[in-house]
């Protein structure tokens, strides 16, 4: 006799809680970047540090805001769940 394996039936998608959690990826995801791309560019040339080696800074800001945006939207989710 084989067994079968009974899924559980997934909750229908909210949809108004999911495009409020889009919007607020875009939003939050556009100013958090773009705030940390500007951090990494405004540090290169306050120190004169050159193109190469401003560069690698902005381009760690983006990699720690994008981290940071991760973190937030994981939050966001876990309170305003978009499965009913």
């Known amino acids: ?8 039936e997934k909750k229908p ?3 108004t809680n999911a495009i409020t959690l889009i919007a607020l990826a875009i939003l939050v995801g556009t100013e958090l970047v773009g705030a940390s791309w500007a951090a ?3 540090l290169g ?3 004169q540090l050159g193109a190469t080696i ?13 981290i940071g945006l991760y973190y937030f939207m994981r939050t966001a989710v876990a309170h305003e769940s978009f499965r009913s």
């Open 13 to 15: 998608i909210n949809w």
């Open 40 to 42: 990494g560019w405004a």
């Open 1 to 8: 006799m084989q067994r079968v394996a009974i899924m559980p």
């Open 45 to 47: 040339g306050l120190f």
């Open 54 to 66: 401003g560069h690698v800074i902005e381009i760690v800001f983006i990699v720690i805001g994008f």
